[in-house]
């Protein structure tokens, strides 16, 4: 079995069979596995599930693979999910992509392939570990700003020039200069394009409502 710094893969699958197989092959390729016997024991444990990969079996009695996916990203539990399919499960395999699988694998499945997808996962995953870290780090950042710096910001992050912020706050041109370059030194930047960043990353503005 894998030590404990293993990648953790959650494995749910109502056939022990699958489970049983499915689990050594996992643990000799090095991954640590958490096995779930139906998808409501999965989202049963949702609320504490540790960051890895899911690997959901689509047809299960009670809930089926679909329906979890669903319930898990409804609870705001957003870990790469690869879906396991039977033959001429592929239409709902596709459904499952559609709603963000990270891939699918048909059974019985081969080692290399599902080694594939699981490393697909893990770099999402990677992906995903870093956006949040950088969010953290530039709200961190925001912190030092004043109220009415951070007011100046978002009008900046709305796209207005000063004379705009300065209507809008109520305040001359001359001042939101000022708040501007007081901003560009408490964030450690030195043009406006690199504020921007910081304050998209903390979420100012929120520039792309679909990531």
């Known amino acids: 079995m894998a030590d404990e710094t293993g990648r953790l893969v959650h494995l749910v699958d109502d056939d022990e069979a699958i489970r049983r197989s499915a689990s ?19 989202l049963d444990a949702a609320k504490d599930l ?14 089926g693979g679909l329906e ?4 898990l990203r409804a609870r705001g539990v957003h870990l ?13 395999a596709v459904q499952a992509m559609k709603a963000g ?3 699918f694998i048909e ?24 956006v949040a870290v950088r969010a953290e780090e530039a709200q961190a950042r925001l912190e030092v700003l004043t109220t009415r710096e ?7 992050v709305r796209g207005h020039p000063n004379k705009t912020i300065a209507y809008d706050l109520e305040i001359s041109p001359r001042t939101v200069e000022i708040h501007r370059a007081n901003v560009m ?3 450690g930047v030195h043009s406006l394009s690199e504020a921007l960043r910081v304050a998209f990353a903390a979420g100012l503005g929120e520039p792309d409502p679909a990531s």
């Open 185 to 187: 030194t408490k964030l």
């Open 68 to 71: 979890v996916q669903q319930a």
């Open 150 to 156: 951070r007011e100046v910001l978002e009008g900046l």
């Open 107 to 130: 059974k019985p499945f081969e080692k290399a392939v599902m080694l594939a997808a699981l490393e697909e996962g893990f770099a999402r995953l990677e992906r995903s570990g870093r």
């Open 50 to 63: 540790p960051a890895g990969c899911v690997l959901l079996d689509v047809r299960m009695p009670e809930i």
């Open 80 to 92: 790469p999910v690869i879906v396991m399919t039977g033959h001429g499960d592929v239409t709902v």
């Open 24 to 42: 050594f092959m996992l643990r000799t390729s090095g991954f640590v596995v958490k096995t779930y016997a139906s998808g409501v024991e999965l």
């Open 101 to 103: 699988a990270v891939d």
